[in-house]
């Protein structure tokens, strides 16, 4: 059988969309939702119909990763380092960044998730805001040194993932560096519903906006991947 079918099988018993076990949450796919459903009202709908109890969120880990916080440690960033995070939701990754001294914008497409946010840390230095991946503003073009991604681009009908791909990469200024988090599938492997797992020519997709892969943090184990890339920086004499 199939591995994301089994998955789905296995897991549809749980919650519909994910099932959390711990940094191994498991994707699932729930047939009610389809490559039609509009991105953002389906994860406002899920975040407000989740009001305070946070266990209603899939995702939601409410700590950051470890394989992150690795990622983090063996290049602490300098203080000051202007970061982002995309599609944050509940800000535990954004707060971790903020801890360890970056300036940090972060994101998410549902207002009710950047309110969550905003109450679950109120005096904090993040500035959370709404915005749509697709669509965002101009003045992020190469503005971060630092940015974190996180199972974002296969909330995505595949039909938008090479925008995401390139948003998100537009993103990183020449020298900086980014953290990548993703299920993902074979090319020739059907994903009907979501999550939509990237493929690997999916991935080389990052490389081709200029990225360079300097590491796989975790062996791919066939459902996730985790990366890190780096913009190179521009030679002292080429033009902007």
């Known amino acids: 059988m199939h591995r994301h079918a089994q998955a789905s099988q296995a897991l549809h018993r749980a919650k ?5 076990r711990g940094e191994h949450e498991r994707p699932c796919h729930h047939p009610r939702v389809s490559e039609r ?8 709908s899920l975040y407000a119909g989740a009001g305070d109890d946070y266990s209603q969120i899939p995702w939601a880990r409410l700590s950051p990763r470890p394989v992150l916080m690795n990622w983090l440690d063996a290049e602490p ?5 202007v970061a982002l995070v995309v599609a944050c939701g509940l800000g535990d990754d954004a707060e971790e960044l903020a801890r360890r001294g ?7 497409v549902s207002p009710t998730a950047i309110d969550m946010a905003r109450h679950r840390f109120p005096n904090s230095s993040v500035t959370y805001l709404v915005a749509d991946l697709i669509h965002l503003p101009s003045s992020w073009r190469e503005r971060f040194e630092l940015i974190v991604e996180v199972q974002t681009i296969q909330s995505l009908a595949p039909s938008e993932h090479r925008a995401a791909v ?10 900086g560096r980014m953290f990548l988090r993703a299920t993902v599938r074979d090319d020739d492997e059907l994903a009907l519903s ?4 990237l493929t690997l020519s ?10 360079e892969l300097t590491a796989r943090l975790t062996p791919d184990d066939h459902e996730f991947t985790h990366r890190a890339y780096r913009r190179p920086r521009r030679d002292a004499h080429s033009r902007p």
């Open 16 to 20: 519909p969309g994910f099932a959390l």
């Open 37 to 44: 459903d509009h991105t953002a009202e389906f994860f406002e």
């Open 77 to 81: 960033p300098a203080a000051g380092t």
């Open 102 to 108: 970056c300036v940090i914008d972060a994101f998410d």
């Open 166 to 175: 390139a948003a998100i990469s537009t993103c990183l200024s020449p020298g």
């Open 194 to 197: 979501r999550p939509w797992p």
């Open 202 to 211: 999916e991935l080389r997709w990052f490389e081709d906006e200029g990225l």
